[in-house]
């Protein structure tokens, strides 16, 4: 599966969530992307 392919899944996932879950999403993305921050720091 490409990266175009993996973003548009995600894209049409997303888009199908209700308010509530997509919030929840939200929070757990930022999480997820925040310690990747953190642990590629030096």
Same mark, same amino acid.
């Given at each position: 599966? +490409? $990266? /175009? #392919? !993996?973003?548009?899944? !995600? *894209?049409?996932? =997303? /888009? $199908?969530? /209700?308010? $509530?879950?997509l919030? #929840? *999403?939200? &929070? =757990?993305?930022?999480?997820? =992307?925040? +310690?990747k @921050? #953190? $642990?590629? @720091? &030096?």
């Amino acid at each position: 599966m +490409s $990266t /175009d #392919e !993996i973003k548009l899944q !995600i *894209f049409r996932q =997303v /888009d $199908t969530l /209700d308010a $509530t879950k997509l919030k #929840e *999403f939200y &929070g =757990v993305l930022l999480n997820y =992307v925040n +310690s990747k @921050k #953190e $642990t590629t @720091k &030096g």
